[in-house]
């Protein structure tokens, strides 16, 4: 704690040295302030000079205090705008086109990070984004060198068919719904980071004061960026020269796209795969990928397709040493025309030459998309490739956000307390589940912790619940570490003011980054509506499991939340995704109809029914228990046997 505060006090030296006053990046022009709210102005200022805010028709004033720092609650106006915002000292500054309506946090990993341009249907969604009303501001992703007060960047951003494609999808469209239900200005502030894990985006007091991460947090070293930065290099080429062997100049890189050039001692990767999932783990850099396939003589000489399905971020393809094309961006599917005579009778070599920048990295997306057409011929791709790391990205940090507990908090929402807004979209967890039953405890702190920091009392947090995936074919056999991880996310709505949205039946199974993100904001939006927006009639959210009763063979579950009745989604009108187990914990699938607000449930494989699991599964997708209004119910379990994750603590470089 020493360490933390003589950063503090040398930051507020640094802060009151500026001789003009300077607010945080967080106010700009467009941007929008909280409606019916006390809006705190704050920024520095010399020691004592006297500051003047105005506002629409408000004007206060205060004087800067002994370190520099000053801040004005103006008192909450309605909707509306635009305005000016102007604060004077010795210098002067204004923002224009000012709005004040509703604003949201949107904060998570990568589905929050997710953007517009990426989502189904995003040609559509971005020509039809003529919002001006709706404004965005996207935190810089930057890792700090110390605990922060501000952010490096970043600008408000008014939507429009030109620009709505960089913001985040989850927030586009809650807000989009918002603003046709209420007609008032909608401000997103998106503070989110791909591959995060939760404890990153958390205080480090929170985590001093919790009995789950108090010791652990002791026996770390004080937060130092420089030698951080240092170790995480020498740690990531120690493990990529112990994986391949040294490094090599780029002279000799040259032969790596020839058939000739012998790759047997390469290590091997399956693919379609991010390599973050696989050996390299968290590498920006380039790396070269190389398979060899037999091509027939009926096949020699035919003009051919080659589709390489999704890489990450960019590429340069050969066959057999000619470059067959190359296309830069992670979202885009690569499909590249082989002219005749290229491909020959017996081997023919394909070489990858992938660029990340940052992020995920390497070829995936769905096995079914990585192929080698000629005419009606397909020859699939998915399998072991070869491998090797050409470089390292000069411009990587090699302290991820993950490095140390508390980084993202301190860069990335720190800068924005105490700024006033309604509340956070949150969406997050598939970093933590390898630790999921720990979620239980990690996910209900972070919540608390925000809600300390700000002084706005229980603020609304609606969260997401994780979306189906087929992560590692867990199930009730295996085991599931997504289910558990759902699981906890379920228990959080034990808090006061929390929301969760039922993600299972819009998932996609070989993408973690499901695009049907529309369905996400709209659901998210009807919980804010029902619960703050005076639309109480409204449904939203889908059966939630009661209790639960046995009878011969038979369970009978009854559910609360059923809006106008349990309806059952598809056309074959089979329920689908309920499992019963008898006490030796043995589990089948079960048949199943809908009485009332009732499931009846059975298995003629289990006589003496003893607990029910539904969706317990990675890949949940086949539940189609909803509610008439479309609302899916979210994954249950009736039984507390011991899960795969329990025991699993959070520890630096787990």
């Known amino acids: 704690m020493k360490n933390i505060f003589l950063v503090v006090v040398a930051l507020s030296h640094s802060l009151f040295s500026y001789a003009n006053v300077r607010l945080p990046k967080i106010f700009g022009n467009n941007m929008v302030l909280q409606r019916s709210k006390p809006i705190p102005v704050w920024g520095w200022a010399d020691v004592g000079e006297k500051i003047t805010v105005q506002f629409n028709k408000q004007v206060k004033s205060i004087h800067a205090d002994e370190y520099g720092h000053w801040m004005v609650k103006l008192n909450s106006e309605v909707a509306g705008g635009p305005y000016r915002l102007t604060v004077k000292g010795k210098n002067g500054i204004t923002f224009n086109n000012i709005l004040v309506g509703e604003v949201w946090i949107c904060s998570g990993q990568s589905n ?72 008032v200005p909608v401000g997103l502030i998106n503070a989110s980071w791909g591959g995060t894990e939760i404890e990153t985006w958390m205080s480090r007091g929170a985590l001093e004061n919790s009995e789950e991460f108090r010791s652990m947090i002791k026996t770390l070293p004080p937060f130092n960026h420089d030698s951080l930065e ?82 990450d971020d960019n590429d340069i393809t050969y066959v057999n040493g000619a470059m067959a094309g190359s296309t830069n961006g992670y979202n885009k599917k690569r499909a590249y025309a082989i002219p005749a005579g290229v491909l020959k009778e017996g081997k023919n070599l394909i070489a990858v030459r992938v660029t990340d920048t940052g992020d995920g990295g390497g070829i995936y997306g769905d096995s079914a998309n990585l192929n080698l057409r000629i005419g009606d011929h397909i020859i699939p791709l998915a399998g072991n490739w070869s491998f090797r790391v050409e470089s390292l990205s000069n411009a990587a940090s090699y302290i991820d956000p993950n490095s140390y507990p508390s980084m993202l908090f301190n860069a990335m929402i720190k800068p924005l307390i105490p700024c006033a807004f309604r509340g956070v979209l949150w969406y997050q967890g598939e970093s933590n589940t390898d630790r999921a039953y720990q979620y239980r405890k990690a996910f209900p702190l972070l919540i608390k912790d925000w809600r300390t920091h700000w002084h706005q009392g229980n603020f609304p947090f609606y969260f997401v619940q994780l979306a189906s995936f ?28 929390t929301g969760m949205c039922v993600t299972t039946d819009i998932g996609e199974a070989k993408d973690i980054h499901p695009k049907d993100k529309q369905d996400v904001g709209k659901r998210l939006a009807a919980i804010a509506l029902h619960n703050l927006y005076e639309n109480k009639d409204m449904v939203c959210a889908g059966p939630v499991y009661q209790s639960m009763e046995t009878a011969l063979n038979r369970t009978i579950l009854s559910f609360k939340n059923i809006g106008s009745g349990l309806s059952v989604k598809g056309s074959d009108g089979i329920l689908k995704g309920f499992e019963i187990a008898g006490v030796d914990k043995q589990f089948h699938d079960a048949k199943g109809f809908i009485e009332g607000n009732r499931v009846i449930m059975y298995s003629d494989s289990v006589s003496s029914p003893a607990v029910v699991r539904f969706g317990w599964a990675d890949d949940a997708g086949i539940d189609n228990l909803f509610n008439k209004e479309g609302f899916p119910a979210g994954p249950f379990r009736t039984d507390h046997w011991k899960g795969i994750t329990e025991g699993k603590k959070y520890s630096i470089g787990h």
Request: charged share 25%.
């Open 230 to 311: 240092r170790a995480g290099k020498e740690a990531t080429i120690k493990e990529v020269e112990a994986l391949q062997g040294p490094l090599v100049n780029v002279t000799d890189v040259v032969s790596w796209k020839d058939s000739a050039m012998d790759d047997s001692k390469w290590p091997k990767m399956k693919i379609p795969s991010l390599w973050e999932a696989e050996q390299l783990g968290d590498l920006d850099g380039i790396v070269w990928f190389r398979k060899m396939i037999d091509i027939s003589a009926k096949d020699t000489g035919k003009a051919a397709t080659l589709n390489l399905g999704m890489i």
């Open 470 to 497: 087929n992560a590692a074919n867990g199930n009730s056999k295996n085991g599931s570490a997504w289910a558990e991880l759902r699981e906890a996310q379920t228990m959080a709505l034990s808090l006061a003011g």
């Open 112 to 183: 929050m990070e997710f953007e517009v341009r990426s989502a189904i249907n995003a040609g559509k969604e971005m020509a039809g984004a003529d919002y001006a009303q709706i404004r965005h501001f996207k935190i810089p992703a930057v890792v700090p060198a110390s605990l922060q007060y501000d952010k490096p960047g970043g600008e408000w951003i008014m939507c429009s068919p030109e620009n709505a494609g960089a913001f985040t999808a989850i927030g586009y469209f809650f807000a989009k719904e918002l603003y046709s239900r209420l007609k």
